[in-house]
């Protein structure tokens, strides 16, 4: 599975939309793109996840760049429960059966 | 509709002792999985089952057993526990193996080896 990179850390202010980044540049073509968060001492939480289309959910919203080597995790309206490790990961279709969490982004939401 | 509910939520074992963790989810959830989280390490798979009856190994499965019990049911023992074991085990499910098919976790089992 391709591997992702995202910044290590990022400030958004409560109640403003929180931008978490994340480049797969070696994403094949039938690679999804997840994103899962977690919050201390908790098990790992799903958001949202893609193909190629953007997608929106109650939680957030997943912006894939046209040539899909890049991709962006909106939260609309940041809270302070969404401070949390943010992990975007790529998954293949077939023989799916392990997620590469890698280290994520530690989102801190500020009051 | 709880999700994944896993026990026990801490444990303390000796070197040497066996254990069981209990994993069941109430999604009606086809394939199942454990991992473990190590400070700096990330996920990594010990064991999953795609299907009931099936089981297969994952990444770091040496020193673990699984059972797929029923459809709901999936638990991992360690039959002579080891400190290298000390760490934070998630049980996880998803509809199918398949790729588009998002994994949920439950909220984990704090195990120390002594």
């Known amino acids: 599975d391709a591997k992702t990179t995202q910044p290590t850390s990022m400030d958004c202010a409560e109640g403003r939309a929180a931008n978490l980044p994340c480049n797969h540049s070696?994403?094949?073509?039938?690679?999804?793109v997840y994103w899962y968060r977690q919050i201390h001492s908790q098990g790992p939480q799903y958001i949202i996840h893609?193909?190629?289309n953007n997608e929106t959910n109650e939680m957030a919203s997943l912006i894939i760049t046209e040539d899909r080597k890049s991709s962006t995790l909106i939260l609309p309206h940041a809270t302070l429960r969404d401070t949390a490790v943010y992990y975007c990961?790529?998954?293949?279709?077939?023989?799916?059966?392990?997620?590469?969490f890698g280290t994520g982004t530690r989102l801190t939401v500020i009051p | 509709n709880a999700g994944v509910t896993q026990t026990p939520k801490f444990q303390v074992l000796k070197t040497g002792q066996s254990m069981t963790l209990q994993c069941a989810q109430d999604?009606?959830?086809?394939?199942m999985y454990w991992y473990r989280q190590d400070p700096g390490m990330g996920l990594r798979l010990i064991y999953y089952?795609?299907?009931?009856?099936?089981?297969d190994k994952g990444e770091v499965p040496n020193g673990y057993n699984v059972s797929r019990l029923n459809k709901r049911e999936f638990s991992l023992r360690l039959e002579s526990a080891a400190p290298s074991q000390t760490s934070v085990y998630f049980c996880?499910?998803?509809?199918?193996?398949?790729?588009?098919?998002?994994?949920?976790f439950g909220n984990g089992t704090r195990l120390t080896v002594t």
């Open positions: 996880a499910s998803s509809y199918s193996k398949s790729g588009g098919s998002p994994l949920h």
């Open positions: 070696t994403i094949s073509g039938n690679e999804y």
């Open positions: 893609g193909l190629k």
């Open positions: 990961i790529v998954r293949g279709v077939t023989g799916a059966n392990n997620l590469f």
């Open positions: 999604m009606n959830h086809n394939s």
């Open positions: 089952s795609a299907s009931e009856g099936t089981t």
